[in-house]
């Protein structure tokens, strides 16, 4: 018997996605159910991913979002697929992802 649930936990992030705390790279940090993660706006949807880079820590709302997808760290400039968290720029590095869903109420964050 297990102890841990295999099924994700859905947690409401927001009933109004637009009215969060955007900055011009449409990234943003959010906490729910007490863990902090960054929500990114990419051609008109969502994508949630860590809070900070895998390699040195950087806040990942501090970077930008390249026209390809790619979310970059402000730090190393260390590239991640916004939508799998692989990481691009050759480093070996994962960026963890969350998955979301847009649902009549608000939007949702699995963990």
Not at 9 to 34: I, K, R, Y
Not at 82 to 92: D, Q, V, Y
């Amino acid at each position: 018997m297990s102890f841990f649930s295999s099924t994700p936990q859905w947690h409401l992030l927001t009933t109004a996605p637009e009215s969060l705390d955007w900055q011009s790279n449409q990234m943003c940090l959010v906490e729910v159910a007490g863990k902090r993660i960054t929500l990114a706006r990419f051609e008109d949807q969502y994508f949630a991913f860590a809070h900070k880079c895998p390699h040195a820590s950087g806040v990942m709302a501090d970077g930008f979002i390249d026209a390809t997808g790619q979310v970059v760290c402000p730090l190393h400039r260390y590239r991640f697929n916004i939508k799998n968290g692989r990481n691009t720029s050759g480093e070996g590095y994962y960026l963890k992802t969350y998955p979301l869903e847009q649902r009549e109420d608000g939007l949702y964050v699995a963990f």
